[in-house]
């Protein structure tokens, strides 16, 4: 099980083959099903070191995959595999009910649910930001919120609500979008995000803003002081 007790650093990929060249900087790797070429038999034959963070991401939150059962079906499969340590589920998905299933067989195979909502426009209020995080929250065991940085006093608010969080005890995963937001993603786990997202490769950017995976782990570990 991946725990996210600390800062976790996920290489994103879509071809697993790729994760040997993820181990020296990687804690885990996420793999991204909705843009993978055959996903499933990539899993199947999957015997890599990094325990595996799985994300079937439907179009409404800039993945690929159609909003479909089959794409939780697909989620419910994966959990069962002993290297997927964790599952990506949506907020929305959470609340109309149909990732409860994904949830359940997540943790009936000791799988963690970190429970994910994207803004693609903008920052939302705090207020907006925390209510968003604290659903989150009462449906997984992770809250992953990433927002879009127009400006880059918008990350300061996604910074203050990500701390209140920390003090309290509870598990998030934030990050701003866009240039404007960039620096978030080396910034916000020093004041308490457990996951950051960074390609292998740098032209493999799966979102706005991505550092590649070696610099994002220099750049935590400096400002972490590691």
Known sequence: MLTFDDFTLCAVTTDLSEEPAAREHADAVEFRM???????AQ???????????????????????????????ALVEAVEL????????ELSTMLDGRGARVR???????????????????TPLRQDMRGLLGNALEHGDVAKLAVTATERVDVLDLTTVTHEFDVEGETVATMAMG?????????LPVYGSKIGYAP????????????DLATLRELVDD???E
């Not at 292998?200 to 550092?211: D, F, H, R």
């Open 82 to 89: 002993d290297a997927v340590g964790a599952v990506d589920v």
């Open 43 to 73: 899993l199947r034959e999957y015997d890599g070191e990094l325990p595996l963070l799985v994300t079937n991401r439907h179009e409404d939150e800039g993945g690929e995959a159609p909003d479909d059962e089959a794409r939780l079906d």
């Open 179 to 187: 240039e404007a937001g960039r620096h978030s993603r080396a910034v």
């Open 34 to 40: 909705d843009l993978a070429d055959e996903p499933e």
């Open 223 to 225: 400002l972490r002081g």
């Open 200 to 211: 292998v490769k740098p032209e493999s950017a799966t979102a706005p803003g991505q550092y």
């Open 104 to 122: 359940e067989a997540a943790h009936e195979h000791d799988a963690s649910v970190v429970v994910s909502t994207h803004d693609f426009e903008g």
